[in-house]
């Protein structure tokens, strides 16, 4: 019984984290609703939470409007796959592969090309 109790304590708490972590993130959008790295951060913290929605609006609003911002592109084409949009997914992954070959970043170029081929080939 304890074990139960404590498990469901400890995932009470990592709730209450999170929502504490949304709403850190939210006032920080509300300063500066075009900082990328918070809005793609409250992006991540509603996947956790299941709020696929929530996390595509902000992702797509990161890929819209920063779309220099090359975080957004493998976790935006992995929840795009999630949903059932290969299609879209692949078109992100095509985009952040540019990207990442502007910005001479290898490794995340790399991951782009996985994620494309994986689901290419799927």
């Known amino acids: 019984m304890w074990h139960f109790l404590h498990r469901s304590k400890s995932y009470f708490c990592e709730l209450m984290n999170q929502q504490t972590r949304i709403e850190m993130l939210q006032s920080y ?3 500066d609703p075009s900082d ?3 809005r793609y951060a409250l992006a991540l913290e509603h996947i956790k939470l299941s709020n696929m929605e929530e996390a595509l609006n902000h992702m797509a ?3 819209q409007n920063d779309p220099s911002y090359l975080p957004n592109y493998y976790h ?3 929840l795009l796959e999630q949903t059932g949009r290969k299609s879209d997914a692949l078109a992100i ?3 952040g592969e540019s990207v990442a070959k502007s910005q001479k970043n290898a ?3 790399s ?3 996985s994620a494309r081929e994986a689901l290419e080939d799927f």
């Open 111 to 113: 991951e782009l090309m």
């Open 76 to 78: 935006y084409g992995k």
């Open 29 to 31: 959008l509300a300063e």
């Open 36 to 38: 990328s790295f918070s």
């Open 93 to 95: 992954y095509q985009t």
């Open 61 to 63: 609003f990161i890929f």
């Open 107 to 109: 490794h995340t170029l």
